[in-house]
C-alpha cells in the first residue's frame, strides 16, 4: 500500500477535526501541568493548515509536509509550535523527490521528526513530553516493517506503543517544559503534548487501516 497526496491532506483534515473537538479534554490537561494553551494553540495551528488546503494541494508531498512545518512554527506561539513545525519540516527532508510514499519513508519521517524533537526542545524519553508518546511509537513502527509486517500492520502496532507511551506520562514527573515548574511537576496528569502527538498517530494509524 502506497501513500499519496491526498491522503495525506485528508490525514491533515481529520487530525484538525480531532483536535478541535477535544478543546476541554487538553485545555483541562495543559491547565494541571502547564499554562492552559495547549488546545488553544494547536487548534489554531491545524485551523490555519485547514485553511491553506487550496494551496498545500498543488505541492509535492515534501514541500507540503515542509509547509505544515512552518505554518505550525509560524501560527502558534507556545513550545509546541516550534516542536511540532520542527517535526514536520525535518519529517520533509527524508523524503526529498517523493511523489508517493511507502512504509520505509513512513518510518523513517517519525525517526527524523523525533530526532528534531528531542534535538530542538533537548528532552529525552522519560521527561514528560509529547516525546514519550512518539518513541515509542516510532520504534514499534521500525520494529514492525523490520519483521515484514505491512503498512496496516505497522500504523497498528506503532498507534498501540504511542497510547502506552501516552499514558505511562501520568506517572511521570517534568523536567522539562511549564509542567516542570509546577509545584507537583504535572505528576498524576498525562501530558497534553503527548496526547496531540497521540492523535496525530491515532489518526493516521485509522486512516490507514481503514483505506
Ligand atoms: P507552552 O509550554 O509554551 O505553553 P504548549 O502548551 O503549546 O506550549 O505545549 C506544551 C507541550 O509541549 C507539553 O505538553 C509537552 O508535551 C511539550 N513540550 C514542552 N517542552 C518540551 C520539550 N523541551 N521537548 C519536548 N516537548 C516539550
Ligand atoms: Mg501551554
Known amino acids: 500500500m502506497i501513500i499519496t497526496r491526498d491522503d495525506i491532506l485528508e490525514v491533515l483534515k481529520k487530525i484538525a477535526t480531532k483536535i478541535e473537538e477535544n478543546r476541554e479534554y487538553i485545555t483541562d490537561l495543559d491547565s494541571a501541568t502547564g499554562d492552559g494553551d495547549h488546545w488553544a494553540n494547536m487548534n489554531m495551528g491545524f485551523k490555519k493548515i485547514v485553511d491553506e488546503i487550496d494551496n498545500l494541494k498543488v505541492l509535492e508531498i515534501p ?109 511521570m514527573s517534568a523536567t522539562k517544559g511549564r509542567a516542570f515548574y509546577q509545584a507537583n511537576k504535572g505528576l498524576g496528569h498525562i501530558d497534553p503534548g503527548a496526547v496531540t502527538l497521540y492523535y496525530m498517530i491515532e489518526v493516521f494509524s485509522d486512516y490507514i487501516v481503514n483505506k
Not at 510514499?101 to 528531542?118: F, T
Request: hydrophobic share 40%; charged share 25%.
Open 63 to 171: 514541500e507540503l509536509i515542509k509547509k505544515v512545518g512552518m505554518l505550525l512554527m509560524s501560527t502558534i506561539g507556545g513550545s509546541s509550535g516550534v516542536l511540532y513545525g520542527t517535526a514536520f519540516i525535518r519529517a520533509s527532508q527524508v523524503i526529498a523527490g517523493k511523489s508517493e510514499l511507502d512504509k520505509n519513508d513512513i518510518s523513517r519521517m517519525m525517526e527524523a521528526g523525533l530526532e528534531g524533537i528531542m534535538t530542538r526542545g533537548k528532552a529525552k524519553p522519560g521527561d514528560k513530553t509529547m516525546i514519550d508518546t512518539l518513541f515509542p511509537a516510532s520504534n514499534a513502527f521500525k520494529a514492525a516493517i523490520e519483521s515484514d509486517l505491512n503498512l496496516h500492520e505497522a500504523a497498528n502496532v506503532s498507534k498501540e506503543a504511542g497510547y502506552n507511551g501516552m499514558l505511562s506520562t501520568k506517572d
